[in-house]
């Protein structure tokens, strides 16, 4: 199936450094969403956008929906060890109104303390 | 609120064997979502339920595949003469009516292995 361009795949940062990942499609969307998973675990809900230029943030997350409406950022800041895990951004298609919602591949965080 | 619950959380069966597993969503949540993942990938739509009416089925989901959703209540995905590709993590999902409709909350999921 369908899933979104999601990258980077993986990365191995130091405890305190600032983290960014982007995630882009090849159509318009009209909701962005950012999840986390960590093993064995589902996919867990970090930011919702729903407008073209919107910025977002919870707590030492920040994501936006990109103006073309084909692409989102999260940046993390000042990570933290229990930031370990699998990000996923995931989009709904401009015309639908279902939550059917594509994927992207997720990018693997991993934090050294 | 106990969040979607969903079971079991693992189930490893022979091939040709057929499994079911069931989700129960959040109470106040009308709509209800099947996905599945595959090690290394996010996970992809198979199915999805407004009430009890089971409104658009993924490419992905075959003849083997069955979902119901009797009362409009909790659901069940059955796979029928199983595969070893059908191994795969198989999440569900609610989401409410209205504001917020695309904005999906997963259970724990359920990780199926065929041998």
């Known amino acids: 199936g369908q899933q979104l361009n999601q990258s980077p795949q993986s990365m191995f940062i130091q405890e305190g450094e600032d983290v960014s990942m982007n995630c882009t499609s090849s159509s318009i969307f009209n909701t962005w969403l950012w999840y986390k998973q960590d093993p064995g675990e589902g996919p867990v809900l970090l930011i919702a956008l729903y407008k073209a230029g919107e910025l977002t943030s919870n707590g030492r997350l920040t994501a936006q929906f990109g103006i073309t409406r084909k692409d989102s950022f999260l940046n993390i800041s000042a990570s933290i060890p229990s930031d370990v895990g699998i990000y996923f951004c995931a989009g709904q298609h401009a015309l639908s109104n279902t939550g059917k919602l594509i994927f992207g591949q997720g990018t693997t965080l991993q934090v050294k303390p | 609120d106990t969040g979607v619950s969903q079971d079991p959380r693992h189930k490893i069966t022979k091939r040709g064997q057929n499994v079911t597993f069931r989700c129960d969503p959040i109470?106040?949540?009308?709509?209800l979502y099947w996905y599945r993942q595959t090690l290394g990938q996010g996970p992809e739509f198979l199915t999805y339920?407004?009430?009890?009416?089971?409104l658009e089925k993924s490419r992905l989901l075959s003849d083997r595949f069955s979902a119901e959703r009797p009362k409009g209540s909790f659901s069940t995905l059955e796979i029928q003469r199983t595969e070893q590709g059908d191994s795969a993590m198989y999440l569900c999902?609610?989401?409410?009516w209205g504001p917020g409709a695309n904005v999906l909350t997963f259970g724990a999921g359920s990780r199926l292995t065929v041998l």
């Open positions: 999902a609610s989401s409410p």
């Open positions: 339920f407004q009430n009890e009416a089971q």
């Open positions: 109470s106040e949540h009308n709509r």
